[in-house]
């Protein structure tokens, strides 16, 4: 038996890691932001423990958990969130080395990389792996410093992007400050608004892109294998403008797998990755945006695919070889609370095939809980609707 600590352990994404770390036998603690959430209302944690934000109480968060692991022994830490992935990343080998713990994330020279969105795309265009066409933007001080500089800076971003285009921030989760704009003007009027909420940020070719976006899961191994993977293909989101999945369908995609495993081997990366992946409309290209550097909240759609990703990360971090799964495709995997904001916001909801009201059969489960595990699905969906109340949260959600 392991004792694996999960950061962050407030996502749907707790519900199946959790599941599968108990029942295979081990003990499993979560450190929860927040206790009005899917995963602090499972009933698969050992342990709950509410803690500082690590986002916002950085040294708090550093406190609570160094007096933890100074009264307990944990042999695996598992980051779920990205704020929680760059803190453990950042202090990988202080806590290794005191703790005698593993910490399920790559050295932060390469999870630097994957974890920022600008020097992704460079590492992207360096290798020539297809990615949208994006540039980084000038820090707003250098508009204080020399502003026709600064704004040649940004007509060259423009002349190299062009329009249609995204603000991005190099750094956020969720979609948050993501802003589509049309022209120069719109650049000039927005991207201070975006960079004093979210710091550094990018602008990038906008894709015009199907109604639906890829997501590919894979673990790479110690070795380099990379045998366990999942793809879905995500055909509902919340916000609709673009957000996380509330349905997908499992899916094949060699092509689309070789580019994803490709980025891994050209990083060297170590561990589970999650790609975000854009189709574009015109040309039928498949372009990277995106890395989280940790599990999503997508997660439960490779357990239904039959990839038991929970029993991998053991075998690659304790056991001498890794575990392989059969892959199934045709997995339907909806998240019922961010779905029913979809049926509320979108005008598709009696035209959509499948039918929103298929709600059961054997090809379909759900991200934030089960008949056995029922409290999550309630708790996850009062807390979406307490942020979604929350003006700071749209105003960074819901941008054209």
Avoid at 193 to 222: A, H, T, W
Wanted: charge should be positive; include cysteine; proline fraction near 4%.
């Amino acid at each position: 038996m392991k004792k694996v600590l999960l950061l962050n352990a407030e996502g749907v994404q707790t519900i199946c890691l959790a599941r599968s770390l108990r029942m295979a036998g081990h003990h499993v603690i979560g450190f929860c932001n927040h206790k009005i959430s899917s995963g602090y209302a499972t009933r698969w944690l050992s342990e709950k423990h509410k803690t500082p934000d690590i986002a916002f109480c950085p040294v708090e968060f550093n406190n609570y958990l160094t007096n933890y692991l100074d009264h307990n022994v944990i042999d695996l830490i598992i980051p779920l969130a990205d704020d929680g992935a760059e803190f453990l990343s950042k202090n990988k080998e202080d806590i290794e080395g005191k703790y005698n713990v593993q910490c399920a994330v790559p050295k932060f020279e390469v999870f630097g990389i994957a974890n920022d969105k600008q020097k992704l795309m460079e590492l992207c265009e360096r290798y020539e792996i297809s990615h949208p066409r994006t540039v980084g933007l000038p820090p707003l001080e250098q508009q204080e410093v020399v502003k026709s500089s600064f704004m040649d800076t940004l007509r060259a971003a423009a002349d190299y992007v062009g329009f249609p285009a995204l603000i991005k921030p190099n750094k956020s989760q969720g979609a948050k400050g993501i802003v589509k704009i049309e022209n120069f003007q719109d650049l000039i009027d927005k991207y201070k608004e975006i960079y004093n909420v979210f710091g550094e940020c990018s602008l990038q070719e906008y894709i015009d892109q199907p109604d639906y976006y890829y997501n590919v899961m894979l673990y790479r191994d110690k070795s380099g294998g990379m045998d366990n993977y999942t793809i879905i293909k995500i055909r509902r989101f919340f916000p609709l403008k673009g957000g996380s999945s509330c349905y997908c369908e499992t899916i094949k995609h060699a092509l689309l797998l070789k580019q994803c495993q490709r980025v891994l081997d050209v990083l060297n990366w170590t561990g589970f990755a999650d790609f975000d992946v854009l189709e574009d409309k015109k040309s039928g290209k498949l372009k990277i945006i995106e890395i989280n550097p940790r599990v999503p909240s997508s997660f439960q759609a490779s357990f239904a695919a039959g990839i038991d990703f929970g029993k991998v990360f053991i075998s690659d971090i304790f056991d001498s070889s890794i575990l392989q799964f059969e892959y199934k495709t045709g997995k339907q995997v909806r998240w019922m609370g961010l779905d029913v904001m979809w049926f509320m916001f979108s005008k598709d909801r009696f035209s959509f095939k499948p039918s929103w009201f298929k709600f059961f059969g054997k090809d379909v489960s759900y991200h934030d809980g089960s008949f056995t595990d029922p409290w999550p699905m309630l708790a996850g969906f009062f807390a979406g609707v307490i942020k979604y109340l929350n003006p700071n949260y749209r105003k960074a959600k819901f941008k054209s």
